[in-house]
């Protein structure tokens, strides 16, 4: 029996098949390689742990031969879903590609699924299906109300998954990721995106003299700083709850969706000053105004997760910055 990742050579998916194999599973990669750091599948296959990675298989989601292969060739008995597009900024000038890939393709999986008797299913979703907060920290009964297409495709794709749970069985369970940050503790897979919009990296990215500098966006929120606050939460505690969910989902457990987050809030100047710290040096920085539709404040409240789960995120902030870090090192050595 093996896990199916999709999206397994991303940024997230990479961190959760190293800690499933780790855990003992087997796992079987599928990815399109559109997107993130190209030579994560070679270093995934080096990596020998308790569990295998069996195979990658290059395929797309909106190719339904594709799943059908994989489904065949492999003993599945069960899929964690990241196979997605992620920009916002993108999903709002090109909607058309966020609903045909995250909700069709979804849509595909889920279909093959149920067409090969697979019955559990852990899916990356996200703390844009609330929209602007009405309260923080925000707990799964929050309203949800996406703001973009991004986070509307992956609010449709819960409701998608309600009705197959319904109507065939497929039990879920929905992950809600607020900011997700860090790299694998040995150095072994980390963040890629082009273009880099995260906070973490691009500060980081400012700290090697090629005359980048930093841009703050926004001083003039209602926070202790004047800076967003957002809850930030380690990429390898976020590939734990995965394994976690699996487990619920092993002993029955009903559909359901969580927080992951840490119940805490950090600044954007006070990110910077843990980079600064952290590296040791000067980065450079310019205050500018704020950027379209990032709400003040967005801190989870993840009790449902410590409660249902027995999740329980360990990694500061601190460790989230040098990891990534290191990752950054590594990653310009080898461009
Ligand atoms: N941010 C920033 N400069 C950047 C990238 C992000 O000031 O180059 C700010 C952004 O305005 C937000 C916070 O950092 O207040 C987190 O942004 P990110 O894109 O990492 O995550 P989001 O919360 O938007 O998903």
Known sequence: ????????????????VIALMDAGYDTVVFDNESTGFASTGRILSGIGSKGKLLGIMKGDLLERKDLDAVFSRYDIDAAIHFAAFSQVAESMGDPAKYYRNNV????NLLDAMKDHGVKRIVFSSTAATYGEPEYVPIDEKHPQNPINPYGRTKLD????????????GIKSVRLRYFNVAGADTLGRVGECHDP?????????????????????????????????????????????AHILALKYLENGGKTDFFNLGTNEGSTVKEVFAVCEKVTGKKIPVSEEGRRPGDPATLVADNKKARAVLGWAPSRTLEHSVKTAYDWEVRRRSEC
């Open 157 to 168: 794709i819960e409701y998608m998954m309600d009705d197959y749970d319904r109507a065939y």
């Open 196 to 240: 880099e919009t995260h906070l973490i990296p691009n500060i980081l990215k400012s700290t090697f003299g090629d005359g980048r500098t930093f841009r703050m966006f926004g001083t003039d929120y209602p926070t202790r700083d004047g800076t967003c606050v957002r809850d930030y939460v380690n990429v390898e505690d976020l590939a734990d």
């Open 1 to 16: 029996m093996a896990i199916l990742v999709t999206g397994g050579e991303g940024y997230i998916g990479s961190h959760c």
């Open 104 to 107: 069709g393709g979804t849509m």
